[in-house]
């Protein structure tokens, strides 16, 4: 194994002969190659910026347009109000020249005021959000203003194939909602949650703020929508992330886990190879915007901002407030191995190295039988603690010498690696294997993560993979989509030898370098403090991780509900028999309908959800009362959903109410109680089908098992679910052992409990139909 050195490229030094030069030619020409792919990926980018600034048209029609107006001047036919005879006279050069200089200036102009009248126009056009709230599918009819709309959509989006954000500069704004429509809104959410005298009490406090200081906080943020491309999204990320000062790890981080039904390879170093070339593979089609943009049904672009920092991106704590600091290029990955890191260089001759190429590099760190030097071992314990003791620990012990550059390595590395030396376990006969894996993936031992890292590549010992993800950079649907490529990319592109190992000749293996750390006392006390932090918190974590097979979108779908809707309305149910009574339920939702859009709240407990769940535990009620009931209670749940979307949720909106009323040091009792109140049932739903490239019926195991986060609040549950192709249904659940309120395993229960009656609901509701219809 290679240790650290020092590579000197040239010195030089004065003898009593004259001056003495030595250079090592092979570390200049790597300088010169490095340099030369920096200006190239400038180059490209700048390109790429050009691109994307005049889509839907192309560079092509620039010149055409310039061929045309020329033409026609030269003909004798006048551009519209003779533009270039009037431009021509005030031109350098001879009267053909400047004519033609004219000529070429004025086809810019026109081609620019066309493009952009172009762009805005489908601007205004994405404004339009009717399209959500009309039936899709068979048999249903969209309205005539909607067809209209997306025959000018397709005309004015389809010249050319779009780049990664090609749509950016067409995305419309959030709107802003107004306050009486959100306080409307919030207290039709909150009225099964509250008695009587309580929802009498919030209405009445609710009403003070919409008439009082609310119409002066409203003022201030429409001021800040106009100013501003996204109203939410800086003070989200600044407020609810970024300031947050307990640790990331459980409470913020989230995990990934490897599609369950296929293992490609056994062998860690070589599953691990393939999976960091997929990463690079991807992060080269960021970088050159040839990532296909999401298209909502094939034709509504959504925000690809946040793609910008999946890689060479690290959370950097502060005293207060920590930062996110992102790269624009990185040459290399850093990879852990009991308790020792490794630089590992990933280009070579400006391309990525080959999968046998990582693979030996890979091989050569599980190979190492050398030790971690003092503190190395659990050193990024530090991250999964404290935010503000990681702070001054780093500007104490990491601001200078040897420790300052290892960091810096770190930080600035495309991604980080862990080869863990234990297997990543699944096995349908015995499910605690699983939540063991889901474990592994969200707080390990609570230092073997770097959780400041945009991402950590976690590979098991028997080549199962899965990710740890730091939560402020983006959201979860972004790292989603690039797990669903890496996933893919292997399936359809990668092949592995009989052996297991991969394919091919290394042309070039440079050797991983360790990194040297040096830790004063004090250094490693900080550490191992920090540890002891984060050994409390993931010894408190409960995790079941639940795989339901006895049906899934298959049945939902011919149910005729939306799937969302459906385990939205099992997970109530099943809360409600857990814990007695409703609780206020949050569900992500994504804004990237609109520039910079990250996520909104859905609350799915709703008056129609609470009706329904009461008639499942009346025995008086009939079959048909508790599907009207079911119904009506997924078709609210799907408007809220859709209302999300379309910026008119509730929390976003007050959330910025608040913050404003901060910076105005204002007091609101309503803000105050909204802000404070607990999401004892936090839930998300993890996307998948994200990529047109991989054909589900095709590769019916290649489907992830969906991903994870902790619990909440102290007292609730954490519920992440994925909807696994037609049939199978994973739900991700945490909790904290310290209470009793809560349990994991015995949530997993009463949500398959759930899934059972409902589909007995249906079943029992068609034979009933069935029968009435033959009687008739």
């Known amino acids: 194994m290679a240790e650290a050195h020092s590579a000197v490229a040239f010195s030089f030094s004065i003898t009593h002969e004259g001056w003495d030069v030595n250079f090592d030619r092979e570390v200049l020409h790597l300088v010169w190659q ?61 009267s053909i020249t400047a004519h033609l200089a004219g000529s070429f200036l004025v086809a810019v102009l026109l081609w620019l005021f066309v493009i952009y009248s172009i762009r805005y126009t489908l601007k205004l056009l994405l404004m339009y959000k009717g399209w959500m709230y009309e039936a899709r599918g068979k048999g249903s009819s969209i309205s005539s203003i909607t067809k209209f709309w997306l025959a000018a959509v397709k005309l004015l989006s389809g010249w050319s194939t779009p780049m990664l954000y090609s749509f950016q500069g067409s995305l419309p704004r959030l709107p802003l909602p107004s306050v009486e429509d959100t306080i409307q809104r919030y207290l039709r959410s909150v009225r099964p949650l509250l008695d009587d005298e309580n929802y009498a009490r919030m209405e009445r406090h609710a009403n003070e703020f919409k008439d009082g200081i609310g119409v002066k906080l409203q003022r201030y943020l429409l001021l ?18 970024l300031r947050g000062r307990s640790p990331l790890m459980v409470n913020s981080n989230f995990y990934g886990i490897d599609a369950l039904l296929m293992h490609p390879s056994k062998i860690q170093a070589s599953r691990a190879a393939t999976i960091i070339h997929s990463c690079l593979q991807y992060r080269r089609l960021i970088e050159r915007q040839e990532l296909e943009p999401i298209l909502v049904q094939g034709l509504v672009p959504l925000c690809s901002w946040q793609y910008e920092r999946i890689f060479n991106t690290t959370r950097i704590p502060g005293i207060e407030t920590d930062k996110l600091v992102h790269v624009q290029d990185s040459k290399h990955i850093v990879v852990y191995h009991k308790g020792r890191y490794y630089k590992v260089l990933i280009y070579y001759k400006n391309r990525i190295l080959q999968p046998c190429e990582i693979e ?62 234990i297997p990543y376990e699944f096995d349908p006969a015995h499910p605690e294997k699983l939540d063991n894996y889901g ?24 080549g199962r993979i899965g990710f740890n993800a730091e939560h402020s950079w983006a959201d979860a649907a972004v790292m989603s989509h690039l797990w669903e490529f890496v996933i893919s990319e292997e399936t359809m592109n990668i092949e592995y030898g009989e052996d297991g190992r991969t394919i091919g000749t290394p042309e070039f293996c440079p050797a991983p370098v360790r990194l040297q750390w040096d830790m004063s006392p004090k250094c490693l006390e900080a550490i191992e403090n920090s540890y002891l932090v984060a050994e409390k918190l993931l010894n408190d974590v409960e995790l079941r991780i639940y ?13 005729r509900v939306s799937p969302d809707a459906y ?73 809220g959903y859709q209302d999300a979307m379309c910026g008119k949720g509730i929390d976003r909106h007050l959330f910025c109410l608040y913050v404003v009323s901060k910076y105005l040091e204002v007091d609101s009792p309503f803000l105050k109680e909204v802000l404070s109140e607990p999401w004892r049932l936090s839930t998300s739903q993890t996307p998948h089908g994200q990529t047109s490239r991989l054909d589900l019926k095709k590769y019916p195991n290649c489907i992830s098992a969906g991903g994870g986060f902790g619990p909440v609040a102290d007292d609730g549950y954490g519920v992440s ?25 015995r949530f997993a229960v009463a949500i398959e409990t759930a899934l059972s009656d409902m589909k007995n609901l249906f079943t029992e509701y068609k034979k009933l139909q069935q029968h009435k219809n033959g009687s008739a």
């Open 567 to 639: 385990i939205q309305m099992a997970l109530q149910l099943a809360y409600y028999r857990d814990a007695g009574k409703f609780s206020l339920t949050y569900e992500a939702s994504m804004t990237r309908l609109f520039r910079e859009g990250r996520t909104e709240t859905v609350r799915p407990c709703t008056i129609e959800s609470a009706a329904w769940v009461k008639s499942m535990e009346d025995k008086s009620a009939t079959v048909e009362q508790r599907y009207k009931l079911l119904a009506a209670a997924t078709a609210r749940h799907q408007l």
């Open 224 to 241: 800040k929508s106009w100013w501003s491309t996204n109203y939410v999204s800086d003070w989200w990320e600044e407020y609810v992330y």
């Open 547 to 559: 795989m339901h097979n006895a049906y899934g979108k298959g049945f939902m779908k011919l149910c």
């Open 360 to 421: 030996r590099q890979m091989q050569e760190i599980l190979d190492d039988t050398s030790t971690p030097c003092a503190g190395e071992e659990k050193l990024a314990a530090l991250t999964a603690g404290e935010r503000t003791t990681w702070a001054r620990t780093r500007a104490d012990h990491f601001s200078k010498g040897v420790n300052r550059f290892s960091l810096d390595t770190v930080e600035k590395a495309a991604f980080v690696v862990t080869l863990d030396s």
């Open 34 to 94: 490095s340099g030369i792919r920096s200006w190239k990926k400038r180059f490209f980018r700048f390109k790429n910026n050009i691109k994307t600034g005049v889509y839907p048209a192309s560079l092509h029609s620039l010149w055409l347009t310039a061929a045309l107006v020329t033409a026609i001047h030269f003909v004798g036919y006048k551009v519209p109000f003779d533009l270039v005879g009037k431009v021509a006279p005030y031109l350098p050069g001879s």
């Open 721 to 745: 679910y994925i909807i696994a192709g037609e049939d199978f249904l994973f739900f991700h659940i945490s909790s904290k052992i310290s209470s009793p309120e809560t349990n994991s395993a």
């Open 439 to 462: 474990r592994i993936l969200l707080h390990g031992k609570g230092h073997d993560r770097w959780f400041d890292k945009s991402f950590t590549l976690c590979i098991g010992s028997n």
